[in-house]
């Protein structure tokens, strides 16, 4: 190859400034499961094409805008280990909703306090300013209806995940399976 070739593409690779942009992928996994894939990306062609292989490699179908998107609520999502915390249940329910936190629930584990996204943000400071440590703390597309699936059906919905983050342009992946 010669040099000046190779010159110019390393030219060319240092001096681009690629755009990349948020895409939000909409679609079906096996058994009616609905997925949302967000992904950042600087080639929006290669990317629908690999997330719409993925899908139908998992007997799924990627979908329009709009298609699974009216059955996922934007949340603040923050849950905080019940051992990482020597603070009691009652006490931080209440900190939490003073706090402005729309809900909390308490499980077997963990601690689940969850927020408008605009709130997310003062909830989660007056949650660190007492002490917390979070096992998780961001904003996502929870569901507000879940799909449980045999064991084949699960066997599918988790290649179909696996396969999806194994691309290199994908952010995040929301469904509404109930595992």
Not at 70 to 82: A, H, P
Request: some cysteine; charged content about 30%; overall charge negative.
């Amino acid at each position: 190859m010669p040099n000046d070739t190779i010159n110019n593409a390393i030219k060319k690779a240092s001096t681009s400034n690629e755009n990349y942009e948020e895409i939000t992928y909409e679609g079906y996994g096996p058994n009616g499961v609905a997925v949302i894939v967000q992904a950042s990306t600087d080639n929006k062609n290669r990317t629908a094409a690999d997330v719409r292989h993925v899908f139908d490699k998992a007997g799924g179908n990627l979908g329009t805008t709009g298609c699974v998107s009216y059955m996922f609520n934007k949340k603040g999502v923050i849950v905080i280990e019940k051992e990482s915390t020597s603070m009691s249940e009652d006490d931080l329910m209440m900190l939490a909703l003073e706090a402005g936190a729309e809900d909390f629930s308490s499980e077997e584990e963990i601690y689940e306090i969850t927020t408008d996204p605009s709130d997310f943000t003062v909830v989660r400071e007056k949650l660190e300013e007492a002490g917390l440590e979070f096992l998780e703390a961001e904003v996502q597309m929870v569901p507000t209806t879940t799909v449980k699936l045999d064991e084949k059906g699960t066997e599918k919905m988790e290649r179909l995940i696996e396969n999806l983050e194994d691309l290199d342009d994908v952010s995040n992946i929301y469904h509404n399976w109930e595992e």
